[in-house]
């Protein structure tokens, strides 16, 4: 297992940018699958973005606005750009691998009009 532990969001307007960071208790190298999820209220939590061994995958939604990455062995990152009100959720940070999916306690991200 390994813990995870979201930061970066707050408040931002329409247009502006945010990066979030996901620090891990231990290295994400062994991991088949990272990825940031985003539950908006009265939603269901729905996929953002995903590392995996055949490379990158990203919502329809944020395609050409937001961009993960690896910063290092134990940081996941979510860049987030051109920000919209629909983009308002609690985003979360999960790994998977070794037959566990862990989650962190997630972090807010509010988008004013």
């Known amino acids: 297992q390994v813990q995870l532990a979201e930061s970066g969001g707050g408040l931002v307007q329409t247009g502006g940018s945010l990066r979030l960071s996901c620090a891990a208790s231990r290295s994400l190298s062994s991991f088949a699958t990272l990825g940031w999820y985003r539950q908006a209220p009265g939603k269901q939590r729905e996929l953002v973005a995903r590392?995996?061994?055949?490379?990158t995958n990203y919502a329809d939604s944020v395609k050409g606005r937001f961009t993960i990455s690896r910063d290092n062995a134990n940081v996941l990152s979510l860049r987030m750009n051109s920000l919209k009100p629909e983009d308002t959720a609690v985003y979360y940070c999960?790994?998977?691998?070794?037959?566990?999916?862990?989650w962190g306690k997630g972090t807010l991200v509010t988008v004013s009009s």
């Open positions: 999960n790994v998977q691998g070794f037959g566990t999916s862990n």
């Open positions: 590392i995996t061994s055949l490379g």
